[in-house]
């Protein structure tokens, strides 16, 4: 997220934000729906995502984690630290204010005992790293509740499934799963302040298509079964749950009808409403009493109750398109309802309230309550007036907890991470130690490798100067993706924001410059447009659009040098028919290789005079790779990104002449999508790729692939860079920010490994 859009207008601020907003017009991707990048990479050619495939991949993931090999290469964290990332959810120890969770989106769920200050990831080892809610049980605070998979419907980032609820009974140390695995994302999770063994669990179900395994469920016995007792219908699920603390068998519930397609995204319907419950939740009723109608256009729903004064309720509202629709309250405990004084809220979701739908009230204090939107409002007096009290924070907010000893101490969670007030909102002091930090690509610097680079989601593309895991900062604003370090000298950098915003810096880094001269404004262009650097002259430097561009100057100037390599642009609302990667040979800089979301790879061997399609023998899917060998430019690797669905496939395949033939060398590792593979330039047999559970290696050039080293956090890796002087390998985590790993030289290897 840009830091300056606070100062923007509301419509522009829409354009630039974190939040994927395209900053150029394009239809099939308007400023008020979620860019489909990463959704649409794991999806193509079917148009949704096989969760049960994922599934299976996180369970044999884990099972491969279990394998014993060189304890001597270890993983460390490169950081940042002090960049933060996405939090999705909030929960403070109800006797100790010291003791925060904070749940980010794809990078687990993190504890601090003492405010903030330091913070231990809880689960890096589990079976998935995206965390959607975190209660604490009141009455036994030792007893942890997660809700696996973001309910958020993701921005331009993904966001992805969970596993069910997991519990923990020592504060976060130890973990076991409890169910509702089919229920895919967790928005909110009640723990009956009378009861411990009776738990709510607010479920959206599959974000990617229809199922049943949606709504509210209960346990009455600490989570060892669960009953659901809200449903709705298979495109909607329930987003909110509250808790009447005077009278447990009082509860409200938000229901929200969401289905998102490649080509179809409704955020809205029917379905949508709130709904009561006085019998514990045996019965439900929708609530009317002043609330908005039933209507195609109902939008996320948010809701709030006052601890001190039950009888106060609050509910915010989001139309289908993400426009604010209101904030309401009811003063008898949510039979009737008004809206409150809430003009100044108008432009509190921008345009995409889908992506915020929650409100705050203070436990000791029903009239003061907190909106999270793109900025945070308060209102002292129950809604009367509104504040902004966001300034000085990252925007986006998704998560707030307010202490009951306190109700002065705020924890608030949003794209920036998280921050604590002393003094209600009025003033915020951000907390770093936060490795969460969602990166799309990672950069090392030749010169000087212990500069590292890397392009992030909500928080641009940064850098350190030093490797220190704490002092990394913003070079270049928007949402960050590739990021190019020239390595003959360090003054020219290549940075682009998204659809191929490209950018250069001719002093380091310091300022940037638009560098698109020469290239066609009309090209389709992906949300993560490729740029390659010759390795053997690399003043000259690529571009793809749906077709590829050359500068021989360092990007002061373009030619096209080829033709549209795509299947075109497609049919539907979406851009399709884009160039996703790009690479030219070591070897020959004549041999340049190209890869489309559509399944398409084309090589030209003079310089793009002539290309050829040499993709026809490969699995139709988003090609993420195309990675030549170091010492042939007939040889070429390519990783795709996808599923297997019903039809075996490797998502890693190598060709000896040129893609006349190809050979599947991904059929060992979990059916997950590659995202990026290197061949070690020191041992040509030796490969690396990064997936969405982990690095994984091979020594017998795709015979045999075991997880690379220790310590790296099982989660997404979007991006990997070899530094072939120092021998150091990093690897861009979607959400847990940057980690590098010694490889030591290629003689020292140690090829031994066994089941342990």
Same mark, same amino acid.
């Given at each position: 997220?840009?830091?300056?859009?606070?100062?923007?207008?509301?419509?522009?601020?829409?354009?630039?934000?974190?939040?994927?907003?395209?900053?150029?017009?394009? =239809?099939?991707?308007?400023?008020?729906?979620?860019?489909?990048?990463?959704?649409?990479?794991?999806?193509?050619?079917?148009?949704?995502?096989?969760?049960?495939?994922?599934?299976?991949?996180?369970?044999?993931?884990?099972?491969?984690?279990?394998?014993?090999?060189?304890?001597?290469?270890?993983?460390?964290?490169?950081?940042?630290?002090?960049?933060?990332?996405?939090?999705?959810?909030?929960?403070?120890?109800?006797?100790?204010?010291?003791?925060?969770?904070?749940?980010?989106?794809?990078?687990?769920?993190?504890?601090?005992?003492?405010?903030?200050?330091?913070?231990?990831?809880?689960?890096?080892?589990?079976?998935?790293?995206?965390?959607?809610?975190?209660?604490?049980?009141?009455?036994?605070?030792?007893?942890?509740?997660?809700?696996?998979?973001?309910?958020?419907?993701?921005?331009?980032?993904?966001?992805?499934?969970?596993?069910?609820?997991?519990?923990?009974?020592?504060?976060?140390?130890?973990?076991?799963?409890?169910?509702?695995?089919?229920?895919?994302?967790?928005?909110?999770?009640?723990?009956?302040?009378?009861? =411990?063994?009776?738990?709510?669990?607010?479920?959206?179900?599959?974000?990617?298509?229809?199922?049943?395994?949606?709504?509210?469920?209960?346990?009455?016995?600490?989570?060892?079964?669960?009953?659901?007792?809200?449903?709705?219908?298979? *495109?909607?699920?329930?987003?909110?749950?509250?808790?009447?603390?005077?009278?447990?068998?009082?509860?409200?519930?938000?229901?929200?009808?969401?289905?998102?397609?490649?080509?179809?995204?409704?955020?809205?319907?029917?379905? =949508?409403?709130?709904?009561?419950?006085?019998?514990?939740?045996?019965?439900?009723?929708?609530?009317?009493?002043?609330?908005?109608?039933?209507?195609?256009?109902?939008?996320?729903?948010?809701?709030?109750?006052?601890?001190?004064?039950?009888?106060?309720?609050?509910?915010?509202?989001?139309?289908?398109?993400?426009?604010?629709?209101?904030?309401?309250?009811?003063?008898?405990?949510?039979?009737?309802?008004?809206?409150?004084?809430?003009?100044?809220?108008?432009?509190?979701?921008? *345009?995409?309230?889908?992506?915020?739908?929650?409100?705050?009230?203070?436990?000791?204090?029903?009239?003061?309550?907190?909106?999270?939107?793109?900025?945070?409002?308060?209102?002292?007096?129950?809604?009367?007036?509104?504040?902004?009290?966001?300034?000085?924070?990252?925007?986006?907010?998704?998560?707030?907890?307010?202490?009951?000893?306190?109700?002065?101490?705020?924890?608030?969670?949003?794209?920036?991470?998280?921050?604590?007030?002393?003094?209600?909102?009025?003033?915020?002091?951000?907390?770093?130690?936060?490795?969460?930090?969602?990166?799309?690509?990672?950069?090392?610097?030749?010169?000087?490798?212990?500069?590292?680079?890397?392009?992030?989601?909500?928080?641009?593309?940064?850098?350190?100067?030093?490797?220190?895991?704490?002092?990394?900062?913003?070079?270049?604003?928007?949402?960050?993706?590739?990021?190019?370090?020239?390595?003959?000298?360090?003054?020219?950098?290549?940075?682009?924001?998204?659809?191929?915003?490209?950018?250069?810096?001719?002093?380091?880094?310091?300022?940037?410059?638009?560098?698109?001269?020469?290239?066609?404004?009309?090209?389709?262009?992906?949300?993560?447009?490729?740029?390659?650097?010759?390795?053997?002259?690399?003043?000259?430097?690529?571009?793809?659009?749906?077709?590829?561009?050359?500068?021989?100057?360092?990007?002061?100037?373009?030619?096209?040098?080829?033709?549209?390599?795509?299947?075109?642009?497609?049919?539907?609302?979406?851009?399709?028919?884009?160039?996703?990667?790009?690479?030219?040979?070591?070897?020959?800089?004549?041999?340049?290789?190209?890869?489309?979301?559509?399944?398409?790879?084309?090589?030209?061997?003079?310089?793009?005079?002539?290309?050829?399609?040499?993709?026809?023998?490969?699995?139709?899917?988003?090609?993420?790779?195309?990675?030549?060998?170091?010492?042939?430019?007939?040889?070429?690797?390519?990783?795709?990104?996808?599923?297997?669905?019903?039809?075996?496939?490797?998502?890693?395949?190598?060709?000896?002449?040129?893609?006349?033939?190809?050979?599947?060398?991904?059929?060992?590792?979990?059916?997950?999508?590659?995202?990026?593979?290197?061949?070690?330039?020191?041992?040509?047999?030796?490969?690396?790729?990064?997936?969405?559970?982990?690095?994984?290696?091979?020594?017998?050039?795709?015979?045999?692939?075991?997880?690379?080293?220790?310590?790296?956090?099982?989660?997404?890796?979007?991006?990997?860079?070899?530094?072939?002087?120092?021998?150091?390998?990093?690897?861009?985590?979607?959400?847990?920010?940057?980690?590098?790993?010694?490889?030591?030289?290629?003689?020292?290897?140690?090829?031994?490994?066994?089941?342990?």
């Amino acid at each position: 997220m840009l830091r300056s859009t606070r100062i923007l207008p509301p419509l522009l601020l829409a354009l630039v934000c974190g939040c994927a907003k395209n900053p150029a017009p394009r =239809s099939e991707e308007s400023g008020k729906r979620p860019n489909q990048y990463l959704f649409r990479m794991r999806a193509h050619p079917k148009g949704m995502m096989d969760h049960r495939a994922m599934a299976r991949a996180i369970v044999e993931a884990n099972a491969h984690s279990k394998i014993a090999y060189d304890d001597r290469r270890r993983w460390g964290l490169v950081g940042p630290t002090n960049i933060g990332g996405r939090i999705t959810d909030i929960a403070l120890h109800p006797q100790d204010p010291d003791i925060i969770y904070a749940a980010a989106a794809n990078g687990g769920l993190l504890r601090s005992n003492d405010g903030g200050s330091n913070w231990t990831p809880l689960h890096d080892k589990f079976a998935t790293l995206a965390a959607g809610s975190v209660a604490v049980d009141p009455l036994n605070p030792e007893t942890i509740w997660l809700g696996t998979g973001e309910v958020n419907p993701g921005g331009g980032s993904a966001t992805f499934p969970g596993v069910g609820i997991l519990k923990s009974t020592d504060g976060g140390d130890h973990w076991a799963i409890k169910g509702l695995e089919d229920t895919r994302h967790i928005g909110r999770i009640v723990v009956d302040p009378t009861d =411990s063994d009776r738990v709510f669990a607010a479920t959206m179900g599959a974000l990617y298509s229809t199922n049943t395994e949606r709504g509210l469920y209960r346990s009455i016995d600490g989570g060892e079964s669960w009953t659901q007792v809200l449903s709705v219908n298979d *495109s909607t699920g329930c987003i909110d749950v509250v808790i009447d603390p005077e009278d447990p068998d009082h509860l409200l519930a938000a229901t929200w009808e969401r289905i998102r397609r490649p080509d179809r995204r409704r955020f809205g319907g029917f379905g =949508s409403g709130v709904y009561s419950s006085f019998d514990g939740g045996d019965s439900w009723s929708l609530v009317a009493g002043g609330l908005p109608p039933s209507a195609a256009d109902l939008g996320r729903i948010g809701l709030a109750i006052a601890a001190s004064d039950s009888r106060i309720v609050y509910a915010i509202y989001a139309d289908e398109v993400g426009y604010f629709d209101g904030v309401y309250k009811s003063n008898d405990g949510g039979v009737n309802w008004a809206r409150v004084n809430d003009s100044a809220l108008d432009w509190v979701y921008s *345009s995409y309230g889908w992506w915020f739908g929650n409100i705050r009230v203070s436990p000791s204090d029903p009239d003061r309550v907190f909106v999270l939107g793109l900025d945070l409002y308060r209102s002292t007096n129950g809604g009367d007036s509104w504040g902004n009290v966001g300034w000085g924070v990252h925007v986006d907010h998704h998560g707030m907890a307010i202490s009951a000893l306190d109700p002065n101490r705020l924890v608030l969670g949003n794209d920036g991470g998280v921050y604590t007030s002393s003094n209600g909102g009025s003033n915020w002091s951000k907390k770093t130690n936060l490795p969460i930090t969602q990166f799309y690509s990672c950069e090392i610097d030749a010169s000087n490798p212990h500069r590292f680079y890397g392009g992030t989601q909500d928080n641009g593309t940064n850098r350190t100067y030093t490797g220190g895991v704490d002092d990394w900062s913003e070079i270049l604003g928007g949402d960050g993706f590739y990021v190019l370090v020239d390595p003959s000298n360090a003054n020219y950098v290549y940075a682009e924001w998204q659809w191929g915003n490209l950018n250069r810096s001719t002093n380091g880094g310091s300022t940037f410059s638009w560098a698109k001269n020469g290239i066609n404004g009309s090209d389709r262009q992906n949300w993560n447009a490729p740029v390659a650097l010759d390795p053997s002259t690399p003043t000259t430097v690529y571009f793809g659009t749906h077709r590829v561009y050359r500068s021989t100057n360092r990007a002061a100037n373009w030619s096209a040098i080829s033709g549209d390599l795509s299947d075109g642009p497609g049919t539907g609302n979406l851009t399709y028919g884009t160039l996703t990667t790009l690479a030219v040979s070591p070897v020959d800089g004549n041999y340049i290789y190209a890869g489309t979301d559509d399944g398409n790879v084309a090589i030209t061997r003079n310089g793009g005079g002539s290309w050829t399609q040499v993709g026809n023998d490969l699995p139709d899917r988003w090609v993420t790779r195309v990675s030549p060998g170091p010492n042939d430019p007939e040889v070429l690797y390519v990783s795709l990104s996808g599923f297997k669905w019903d039809q075996a496939m490797s998502h890693v395949y190598r060709t000896t002449d040129g893609g006349t033939s190809w050979v599947s060398i991904g059929d060992a590792l979990p059916d997950v999508s590659v995202n990026d593979i290197i061949v070690d330039p020191d041992d040509s047999g030796v490969l690396y790729v990064a997936t969405d559970v982990g690095v994984y290696t091979s020594e017998m050039g795709g015979i045999g692939w075991r997880p690379l080293g220790r310590g790296l956090p099982m989660g997404v890796v979007m991006d990997l860079k070899l530094d072939v002087g120092s021998r150091k390998l990093a690897a861009a985590t979607f959400g847990r920010s940057m980690w590098s790993i010694d490889l030591g030289p290629a003689s020292e290897r140690d090829y031994e490994w066994s089941l342990r």
